[in-house]
Structures are given as structure tokens and as C-alpha cells.
């Protein structure tokens, strides 16, 4: 079949009797994935690792993507649409008003859930520095959500952090990366720590990667005042990540290249990017992929309370942040303090302000996190056999639908005048 050129967002067709989710389901309670038969999405422009297939489609049966529809599937219409696999984001703190850091329960799952509105279908939870203790009960906390299935992992952002660069972290909590004290964190997270943020160039700092790496671990660079050489020491050490590339480090100097060059030029190592206009130049992401290759980078959001939420004061732990015009600052100081990004917004920037092939976007926001997760064999694309977590964009990359393990979280049929 000819490639179809269709960029309109016609009006699908009714979903089958039972395979239809609730537009706003509750984040604790959602709708189980339906049992009722498999079902086709038909014309859409679905977004593989192998390039766009135009007038494709998807069959989704229960909660898998599979290759085949037997006869008679139902067929919905979603001419237009792209399909492309549901988000990972790596490096979150909080949304809908809640923060992952300190939030109530079922606040957290609020924040879950805003994020998946906006198709974040895999959201692995960060901290920000706190004391010790707080963050270990936190950790317990977030292990059981994990456990659960409502977030991937836990992410530590701080507290062995450097002071010189500590962004919106307080100062007075920050301490050297001790490996007995890492090892403490990652037990209390209960083998649900997915990553740590960490000044490698601090007393600790190596040996803390070592344990990181060997405890199956992300040991990410971030936070840092590190030079070239001791960034270099850091990734042979085993760090994988680079937090937040360009935010919270030294910049690239044509003496003292600092960590940006170093973490930029290895295979070994993905970059976070946070695209949202504010935190990084257009032209300092085109270097970014330039060098590290579609392959190696990882759109993150770094968002807080007020994403998906508005403009506001928040606590970013327990620093006070005023959001205005979606921009996040310490009021003190005035340190930009997490974004109010969503990675359907980091999706539509990349494709029409930063001119990113389609096929680079979807691996920068759903693949290369999904791998470096070791999720890869179950989510990042949309392959048969996968989980069933598709985000549904109309021609201007607006969300009209998210499907999230087979159950609809924005039900693109819903509300339809067919008397369905
Ligand atoms: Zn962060």
C-alpha cells in the first residue's frame, strides 16, 4: 500500500464494547485492561526504530501490542494520528501539584497520573536532598509504589552532590558520597533504585560509582564541579548518565573542557537533556546530538509540583520555589528549580523548533531511557509483543490519546456522538 500523506485528525470510529478506558480514570483505581477481543488501529502513522510507516497500523490485544489481528478484529479509525510508543522519563520529581519528594501517597499518584496525561506511560521518581533518614523512609515509601507497578524506580538526586554546584538543593544537607552511606540508601529502596546522582569528584565519589555499578545501579554524573580528567576517571569507574546535561556543571571551556566534553565524546555514557526551552539553548541541544548521536541522549522533564498544574508558590523539599510563566525559581537566590515540563511538550518542541527527524524524538523520549532502565525488552517501542503503551498525536503533536498497558488513560473515542 502507497505511503498516505494524511495529516488530518479525522474522527475515529467507536471503540469495541469493553476495550475502552474512562478519559480520567483514577490513578489508584484504574480500569483493568479489557479481556474483549483484539483490536486494530488502522491509519495511523506509527513510529518504529526502523523509520515511519504512514497509513499503518496497530493491533493491541489486551495488554500487549501483537502482530496479528484474527478476522473480524474490530477495526477503529485513527487516520492521521501518530502512534508512537508511550514515554519514559527518567529524572521526574512531581506534577499535578504533587511532589515525589514529600508528597501524601495518593498525592504521588496524582502526580503519576498528570504525567501520564500527557503520555509519560513509565516514570521513574526522583528526590531531591534531604537528611538522611527522611530520604530512606522516602525510599521505602516509593519501593512500594514500585513494587506496584505505578513508577519504574527511584531516582536519588542528591545528597552527594557538590556545593559549588548545587542548583535547588539545600546546602546544609548536602554530604560526600559515602559508599556505606549510598549502600544505605539503595537497601532502603529495597531493589528499587533505579539511579543516583552523584558528584564523582568528591571523597567517595569513585568508590560510590564501583558500588552503584555493581548493585545494578545507573551511577549518574550531575551536580558536579568536576574536571575533564576526573569525569573521565568517573566513567571508567562506571558511570552511565549524565544528569541534566549542561544544568548544574561546569561549561565547556577550549582549556578546561570540564565534564561536558568528556561525557559528550563516550559511548559509554547517555546524556539527559531537559527540553523545555529554559534550561538549555536550541543550539546547545543540536551540539548535544551532533555528538552524542540519537542514540545517546534522554529527554527527561526534571519536573516538579507545578507541572501540569500552573503557576504557583511550591516546596521543592525544603526550599520555597515561585513558578511564573511555568518557569521554576528558588526564591532565594533565584537558581532555576526543576522545569514545568511534560514530555509531550518536550515532544512537539524537538519536532518543530529543533527540527529533530521524528525517529530521533521518539528515541530520545521513549527507547533510549527504556534501555538504559533495562526495559527494552518490554516497553521503549512499539513492537509486537511489547506492552501495549501508545501516545496518539494529531498533526500539531497535541495528545488525543495514551494507552498505557492496553487501558486507555486519554481515551481518544471517548465522548463520541456514535452511541457508543
Ligand atoms: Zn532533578
Known amino acids: 500500500?502507497?505511503?498516505?500523506?494524511?495529516?488530518?485528525?479525522?474522527?475515529?470510529?467507536?471503540?469495541?464494547?469493553?476495550?475502552?478506558?474512562?478519559?480520567?480514570?483514577?490513578?489508584?483505581?484504574?480500569?483493568?485492561?479489557?479481556?474483549?477481543?483484539?483490536?486494530?488501529?488502522?491509519?495511523?502513522?506509527?513510529?518504529?526504530?526502523?523509520?515511519?510507516v504512514d497509513n499503518g497500523r496497530l493491533v493491541v490485544d489486551g495488554t500487549r501490542?501483537?502482530?496479528?489481528?484474527?478476522?473480524?478484529?474490530?477495526?477503529?479509525?485513527?487516520?492521521?494520528?501518530?502512534?508512537?510508543?508511550?514515554?519514559?522519563?527518567?529524572h521526574n520529581h512531581g506534577g499535578g501539584g504533587a511532589s515525589f519528594t514529600s508528597g501524601a501517597v495518593e498525592d504521588v499518584l496524582r502526580g503519576i497520573h498528570t504525567h501520564r496525561l500527557h503520555g509519560t506511560t513509565t516514570l521513574v521518581a526522583s528526590t531531591v536532598t534531604g537528611d538522611m533518614d527522611g530520604l530512606a523512609h522516602r525510599a521505602g515509601l516509593l519501593s512500594e509504589l514500585a513494587e506496584q507497578g505505578d513508577i519504574?524506580?527511584?531516582?536519588?538526586?542528591?545528597?552527594?552532590?557538590?556545593?559549588?554546584?548545587?542548583?535547588?538543593?539545600?546546602?546544609?544537607?548536602?554530604?560526600?558520597?559515602?559508599?556505606?552511606?549510598?549502600?544505605?540508601?539503595?537497601?532502603?529502596?529495597?531493589?528499587?533504585?533505579?539511579?543516583?546522582?552523584?558528584?564523582?569528584?568528591?571523597?567517595?565519589?569513585l568508590d560510590s560509582v564501583r558500588l552503584l555499578?555493581?548493585?545494578?545501579?545507573?551511577?549518574?554524573?550531575?551536580?558536579?564541579?568536576?574536571?575533564?580528567?576526573?569525569?573521565?576517571?568517573?566513567?571508567?569507574?562506571?558511570?552511565?548518565?549524565?544528569?541534566?546535561?549542561?544544568?548544574?556543571?561546569?561549561?565547556?571551556g577550549h582549556r578546561d573542557p570540564g565534564p561536558i566534553a568528556a561525557l559528550l565524546e563516550d559511548e559509554r555514557i547517555t546524556v539527559e537533556l531537559i527540553n523545555d526551552g529554559t534550561h538549555l539553548h536550541p543550539a546547545a541541544l543540536q551540539l548535544a546530538f551532533r555528538h552524542a548521536g540519537a542514540e545517546r541522549v534522554a529527554f527527561i522533564t526534571d519536573a516538579m509540583d507545578a507541572a501540569g498544574f500552573g503557576d504557583?508558590?511550591?516546596?521543592?523539599?525544603?526550599?520555597?520555589?515561585?513558578?511564573?510563566?511555568g518557569v521554576a525559581r528558588l526564591v532565594e537566590g533565584g537558581s532555576i528549580a526543576g522545569s514545568t515540563l511534560t514530555q509531550d511538550r518536550a515532544f512537539e518542541r524537538a519536532v518543530t523548533v529543533?527540527?529533530?527527524?521524528?525517529?530521533?524524538?521518539?528515541?530520545?523520549l521513549s527507547a533510549n531511557p527504556a534501555r538504559l532502565l533495562g526495559l527494552y525488552d518490554r516497553i521503549g517501542s512499539l513492537e509486537p509483543g511489547k506492552d501495549a503503551d501508545v501516545v496518539l498525536l494529531d498533526a500539531d503533536f497535541t495528545v488525543r490519546g495514551v494507552l498505557r498497558k492496553g487501558t486507555w488513560v486519554v481515551d481518544p473515542f471517548a465522548g463520541r456522538a456514535d452511541g457508543r
Open 213 to 252: 555499578a555493581e548493585h545494578g545501579v545507573l551511577a549518574a554524573i550531575g551536580h558536579t564541579d568536576a574536571t575533564y580528567e576526573q569525569t573521565v576517571q568517573a566513567i571508567e569507574a562506571g558511570a552511565t548518565v549524565a544528569t541534566h546535561l549542561f544544568n548544574a556543571m561546569p561549561p565547556l
Open 354 to 364: 529543533d527540527r529533530l527527524p521524528v525517529e530521533s524524538v521518539v528515541a530520545a
Open 65 to 90: 501490542i501483537a502482530e496479528h489481528a484474527p478476522a473480524g478484529a474490530p477495526v477503529l479509525a485513527a487516520h492521521g494520528l501518530w502512534a508512537v510508543p508511550g514515554f519514559v522519563d527518567l
Open 152 to 205: 519504574a524506580g527511584i531516582h536519588f538526586e542528591g545528597p552527594f552532590i557538590s556545593p559549588c554546584r548545587k542548583g535547588a538543593h539545600s546546602e546544609e544537607l548536602l554530604r560526600d558520597p559515602d559508599p556505606a552511606e549510598v549502600r544505605k540508601l539503595i537497601d532502603a529502596a529495597r531493589g528499587r533504585a533505579s539511579m543516583v546522582t552523584l558528584a564523582t569528584e568528591l571523597p567517595g565519589g
Open 1 to 52: 500500500m502507497p505511503a498516505q500523506q494524511d495529516t488530518s485528525a479525522s474522527a475515529p470510529s467507536s471503540l469495541p464494547e469493553g476495550a475502552r478506558g474512562s478519559a480520567r480514570p483514577a490513578p489508584t483505581h484504574p480500569r483493568p485492561p479489557s479481556a474483549a477481543r483484539p483490536y486494530v488501529l488502522e491509519g495511523v502513522r506509527v513510529v518504529l526504530p526502523t523509520g515511519v
Open 312 to 325: 504557583g508558590r511550591y516546596m521543592l523539599g525544603p526550599l520555597e520555589v515561585e513558578v511564573a510563566d
